[in-house]
């Protein structure tokens, strides 16, 4: 740790707070600087689609990471509203929009990324709304509660939360998805029916399998139109485009760091260490190997920032970190809750516990996948204690039986005892 | 103390939590390592029920995200959550288990 005395984050998202607090949480006395293009200390993604969007002006709930005196009491140079304009690996500084050049032992890159900008939605166009910061979900919620109809482009994560919010606040709601099935990419196809039911229980229409024909954005306070392939007509007052993210790697690029050609994140190993030893990057913008997985992958969630954020950390100041937890990730929509462990995979074979009731208040099943016998992706709807109980039978990839797993008469947590010490022998 | 009658014993089982409602506020009594605990039910991060959740190493885990407070001391362990829970004395007698709200 003696010749690092110098610490540099670029990024004032989840995983930047993270790191500094696991710095210091390592003994690291060094300077720690963090700077942040946006206005706002470190805040919790999650909420903007939910909460966030749906609070009155004046009750917004609090989704600060830390507390406010934080970064002060630990000594953290936060500095926010400023753009790190260039990295400098060789030299290794930075240089910051006011002039501001800032040399390192050590940068961690928690860049995060931007909305995918889709041609011909430009973010300028007053109908048009993109989601990643605060203050976008600021400008979308003031334009929800002056809506009678939105349009949703996008049937991902993002895109559902966001009209299942708009639903909520008493909006028409209109969501287009180009592929075949929501959540395509992440879940089985029984799950996407299920969660595609429930949404048209909610009164939100979606058109499936629709490409974009043709779309025209009027004035402001005047209707757009949106043409689908079918020559589906939606007049509506305002347009979601949620179609992903792009991961910011300018800065990485710039400072020759290497990239990963499919997913476009900043590559870096076991230890979030870049190409460059004294670069780190952490969150949204890396792509990474993992046990159990073929390629490199890219996650975008909550826990990923943390994770990599303290394992960075950790290996910054040349401290033994514990590896990183099981992949998990959440949503929370149409009245839902909905928690994966572990990522999908081809071939897996689901089994399913419990009622997927699309229309129920609150619906209760399990989706485990299994290869050979063995878990290695689960969905819980509203059972996340449930999902709990289960995870070390995926983090051992242990045998299950498919048929007692579906046996509601015996509780989860009773069942994942007996496989466990089934498995201790 | 006022001492309210809560549960039985043999009521929640090794490692459960039950959900009790006394004079509207919403409580969990859990059972964990031959102990009893209360505290309050609700996750101080978002609407959730603790006595849905999962109880390890003397913590209770929202079933939501998976927030933990300690059992003992009702004290925010990890994010999301960063506000304690209130937890509450406990006793039992004979078969009886009481709280003292």
Redesign the interface.
């Known amino acids: 740790m003696t010749d690092v005395s110098s610490i540099l984050v670029i990024g004032a998202g989840q995983a930047a707070a993270v790191a500094v607090a696991a710095l210091r949480d390592q003994g690291y006395q060094g300077r720690v600087t963090v700077v942040g293009d946006e206005a706002h200390a470190p805040y919790e993604r999650p909420p903007l689609s939910k909460d966030v969007l749906a609070a009155l002006d004046t009750e917004e709930p609090g989704i600060s990471v830390k507390e406010a005196d934080f970064f002060s009491q630990r000594d953290i140079d936060l500095k926010l509203g400023r753009q790190v304009v260039s990295l400098d690996a060789e030299a290794r500084q930075a240089t910051l929009s006011d002039g501001t050049v800032i040399a390192y032992d050590r940068c961690l890159l928690a860049t995060g990324g931007t909305a995918r900008q889709l041609p011909g939605f430009p973010a300028q166009s007053p109908q048009v709304h993109y989601l990643r910061t605060l203050d976008d979900a600021r400008r979308l919620r003031a334009a929800l509660r002056a809506s009678r109809r939105a349009v949703v482009i996008g049937g991902g994560f993002l895109g559902l939360e966001v009209a299942s919010t708009a639903r909520r606040m008493g909006v028409e709601v209109s969501i287009i998805e180009t592929a075949a099935r929501v959540l395509a990419r992440a879940v089985p196809e029984a799950f996407s029916d299920w969660l595609q039911a429930r949404v048209a229980a909610s009164g939100a229409r979606l058109y499936l399998g629709q490409a974009i024909a043709q779309a025209s954005l009027g004035e402001a306070g005047q209707p757009a139109r949106i043409i689908l392939a079918d020559g589906t007509t939606l007049d509506t007052d305002m347009i979601v485009v949620a179609v992903g993210l792009t991961p910011a790697t300018g800065l990485a690029q710039q400072a020759g760091l290497k990239l990963d050609p499919v997913n476009a994140g900043i590559q870096v190993d076991a230890q979030c260490r870049s190409s460059d030893p004294f670069v780190y990057a952490a969150g949204d913008c890396t792509s990474q190997l993992r046990d159990g997985y073929p390629g490199p992958l890219r996650l975008e969630s909550w826990q990923n920032a943390n994770e990599q954020a303290r394992i960075a950390a950790c290996a910054m100041v040349g401290a033994p970190a514990e590896p990183a937890a099981y992949p998990w990730f959440w949503t929370d929509q149409f009245d839902c809750n909905v928690q994966m462990l572990g990522l999908p995979q081809p071939d897996l074979r689901y089994v399913t516990r419990g009622q997927p009731d699309p229309q129920g208040p609150a619906p209760k099943f399990i989706m485990l996948g299994m290869r050979d016998g063995r878990p290695c992706h689960a969905l819980a709807v509203n059972a996340g204690g449930d999902l709990r109980a289960l995870r070390p039978l995926l983090e051992r990839a242990l045998p299950v039986d498919a048929q007692r797993f579906t046996d509601e008469s015996v509780a989860m947590r009773a069942f994942a005892k007996a496989a466990l010490a089934e498995a201790a022998g | 103390m006022n001492w309210i009658k809560i549960a039985q014993v043999g009521q929640v089982d090794e490692?459960?939590s039950l959900a009790v409602d006394i004079d509207g506020k919403k409580l969990a009594l859990h059972f964990t390592q031959g102990e009893y605990f209360v505290s309050d039910n609700v996750c101080t991060h978002?609407y959730?029920l603790l006595s849905?959740?999962?109880i390890e190493d003397g913590c209770v885990?929202?079933?939501?995200?998976?927030a933990q407070f300690d059992l003992r001391t009702g004290k925010a362990m990890c994010?999301?959550a960063?506000v304690d829970i209130q937890v509450y004395p406990v006793k039992t007698e004979g078969e009886d288990i009481f709280v003292s709200l």
């Open positions: 490692d459960e978002q959730a849905d959740g999962y885990e929202c079933p939501l995200h998976q994010a999301p960063t």
